[in-house]
Structure formats: C-alpha cells, structure tokens
C-alpha cells in the first residue's frame, strides 16, 4: 500500500469500514469535563461498555470529588465491564486529581471560550490524559481537529500496513488528520474506534479478521495467530452480529 497516498490509503479504510459499523456521534450536550471522563472510560473499549462505566460512577459516587478520593482498586469494581478498568479508573482518577491541582473545581466549560492551541497543551499537560483522550476531547467538545486512536486502533493499523512499530509506540498516525477530512472525522473516527475495540476484546476473531484483510489483502500472513493450546482470556470474546 507503500505507493498510494495517504488520502487514497484512508479512503479505502473508510469504504470498507462502513460495511460493518455504524457512525458513532458524541453527545453534544456533554459538558467538555464529562467528554475528558468518558474518554477516559473508552480508551481501548466499546461506546457501550464506555457509556454504561460513566454512568455507572456517576450513579455509584455523589460527585466527581467522591470519586477523586476513591480508591482505584473500589473505582474498577465499579467500571468492571471495561476491558481493562484498572488502567481506565487509573487514568479517570489521575485527571480529575490534576484538574483539582490546577483549578480546584471541576468545570471547564471556560476552555471553549479560548483558542484552540492553548487549550489543547493545556489538556495534555494534565496527569492520566493520554493522546487518545486529548483528541476525543478536542474532536467531540471544542471544535478542532483530531482523530483519536488508541492501542487496539494502532495495533489494526499496523497489521494492516499504515502505521509502523515506532508510529505505534508513539501513538500516532502519521497524516491521518490530512488524509480525513474534519466533516468526516467524526463518522470516521467512531467506525475505526470499533474495530479497534473489537480487536482489543478478541484479535482471533473471524469478523475482525475479514475487515483487516478487506483494508489490505496483503498482509494475511501478519494476522495474530493463536498459539497451540492457548485459550481467549479477553474480557470480551463475544462480537455483536453485523
């Protein structure tokens, strides 16, 4: 796929992606604060298993201070139906502490009211946002921009041949931001999401693995490979029927 363009390149993952998921639109009356905290939530997940362990905290705590002072281990327990919600009340407790630390409230609906650029090196200098929440944030809140990808995302991109192991490690794709263009974003972004969520929750499955070889033929021989005796310890081995 090395000699088509970038644009070419995404237009195709675009194309086949709509063959078997639906657009994803974020909640436009979501204050930014609770588009930072879903994120949290959604990183490497689907939007429903996301959806349901926002609400389920929001139901469980009386406020996000209660939950800034819980511990992470009584935080999984709550967000139990994510893939990993250790790692996610990690990253949904360290930003709410860093939040505190900087404005000692929990509001920042004053971030729409400043330039983009500030706002955006303001979120990611905030401890437990990732690259992935920044650009959920920025895309679904604030009106830049940005295509948020997380590992299971990259970890597809990269069996699939448009990322490479250093873009992966450092969390990027290279011109994806170019190549989609933010009218599309969106819709774009939320179909990738999916697949990465999938892949994340089973890289043996037949679906996933029809969709990548959909994207680039070429690259059968890179598909995980379960190892002889080995068994799915995903969280999630079950996918939704097309």
């Excluded at 499955?205 to 080995?230: H, T």
Aim: proline content about 5%; charged content about 25%.
């Amino acid at each position: 796929m090395a000699s088509i363009s970038r644009t070419a390149q995404f237009a195709n993952v675009s194309k086949v992606l709509k063959k078997h998921y639906k657009p994803v639109k974020p909640d436009a009356d979501r204050p930014v604060l609770e588009h930072l905290l879903l994120a949290c939530c959604l990183e490497d997940a689907h939007y429903e298993a996301a959806e349901e362990a926002f609400a389920a905290l929001v139901h469980t705590f009386f406020d996000w201070n209660e939950i800034r002072v819980t511990t992470i281990a009584e935080l999984s327990e709550v967000m139990s139906g994510l893939p990993d919600p250790s790692t996610a009340a990690n990253r949904f407790k360290r930003v709410l502490q860093s939040i505190f630390e900087a404005i000692y409230a929990f509001d920042l609906e004053d971030r729409l009211k400043q330039n983009l650029g500030p706002t955006v090196k303001w979120l990611k200098k905030l401890d437990g946002a990732t690259n992935f929440s920044v650009a959920y944030v920025v895309q679904s809140a604030i009106g830049g921009h940005a295509i948020p990808v997380d590992s299971g995302t990259l970890r597809t991109l990269r069996i699939v041949e448009l990322v490479t192991d250093k873009d992966v490690k450092a969390g990027i794709v290279p011109g994806l931001e170019r190549a989609v263009s933010k009218a599309n974003g969106i819709e774009f972004g939320s179909m990738l999401h999916q697949l990465g969520a999938d892949f994340t929750a089973n890289p043996y499955s037949p679906s996933v693995r029809k969709i990548l070889l959909q994207i680039n033929l070429d690259v059968k021989d890179q598909l995980p490979k379960r190892r002889a005796g080995e068994k799915n310890t995903s969280p999630t081995t079950k996918l939704k029927p097309r």
